[in-house]
């Protein structure tokens, strides 16, 4: 509760010290949306590092294209 409050008065103060006029009302629905675009920022951030991580190779056991077969065997991944 307090900290609504003072987000509020925050967006307020800034609002006027820039010399807009900027109702209490106005920065209330501010404050509202702020909770909820937090949350999408973070969801977003999450998605790009859950499609951009690393994954495991798919031809685990065979030599990559162009490899010899010997060195492929050193390169193995091991079972999680």
Known sequence: MFSHDALVASIQARADSQGRPFTAEKAA?????????????????????????????????????????????SYRLSPL
Do not use: D, N
């Not at 949306?33 to 937090?38: K, N, P, T, V």
């Not at 998605?47 to 056991?61: N, P, S």
């Open 29 to 73: 629905v501010y404050a509202r949306l702020s909770i909820y675009y937090a949350i999408l920022l973070v969801a977003v951030m999450l998605a790009i590092l859950y499609f951009c991580r690393e994954r495991q190779g798919t031809a685990v056991g065979r030599p990559l294209k162009g490899q010899p077969s010997c060195r492929a065997e």
